[in-house]
Structures are given as structure tokens and as C-alpha cells.
């Protein structure tokens, strides 16, 4: 079965850092591209940031870009999001995903 289970969430001041990991179990991970979401409060679910299976490709929406990095790590199983210079508007649920399957998200609080 697969799954995708996240970590590191939790309470920053503005302009501070957090970082987030995503583990996955079941197929194999490296074979797979890989997604970050996040999801504030009344909000819908945004797109954060993409990363192929190779590490080669990646992608950020428009209000992360140089402030999050993406990366894996397919020895591990497991995904990173570098989050620095945070904001209160990144407050918000994370979540990991890849294809159907979704973690079940960690919680970023950014208090100002």
C-alpha cells in the first residue's frame, strides 16, 4: 500500500526557518515525481512546489520562489522542503503527494 507521510511542521516567527520531510513507503519512490501542496485556513489547496524523479526538474509557485528549496533524497524514500524567510501568509496545512496518493499534512504556523 502506498504511503506518504509528513514531518517538521509546527510554529515560526517571520523570518525564520522550517523544514519539512515526506517519506514514502510502497512502490518505489525514485520512480516517481513528487508534489508539494499546502492548504490555508479557508483557502483551497495551492500548488508550493514540484520535483521530478530525477531531482532535475523542479518548479515553485510564484510566492515561494527564493525563499523554499525542494529536494529528495531516493535512497531514503524521502522528500524536503527547505522552507527560509517565512512569512505569516505560508501558514498552512503541508501536504506531500505523488499521483493519487496524499499524506495526511503537517501543520505551519508563521506568527508575525
Known amino acids: 500500500q502506498d504511503q506518504l507521510a509528513e514531518s517538521g511542521g509546527g510554529l515560526a516567527q517571520a523570518g525564520g526557518s522550517l523544514r519539512l520531510s515526506c517519506i514514502a513507503s510502497?512502490?518505489?519512490?525514485?520512480?516517481?515525481?513528487m508534489v508539494w501542496y499546502r492548504q490555508a485556513p479557508g483557502k483551497e489547496r495551492e500548488f508550493v512546489a514540484y520535483?521530478?524523479?530525477?531531482?532535475?526538474?523542479?518548479s515553485y509557485s510564484d510566492s515561494v520562489k527564493g525563499r523554499f528549496t525542494i529536494s529528495r533524497d531516493n535512497d531514503k524514500n524521502t522528500m524536503y522542503l527547505q522552507m527560509s524567510s517565512l512569512k505569516p501568509e505560508d501558514t498552512g496545512v503541508y501536504y506531500c503527494?505523488?499521483?493519487?496518493?496524499w499524506g495526511q499534512g503537517t501543520q505551519v504556523t508563521v506568527s508575525s
Open positions: 503527494n505523488r499521483g493519487d496518493v
Open positions: 510502497g512502490r518505489t519512490f525514485s520512480g516517481y515525481h
Open positions: 520535483i521530478d524523479w530525477s531531482g532535475d526538474n523542479i
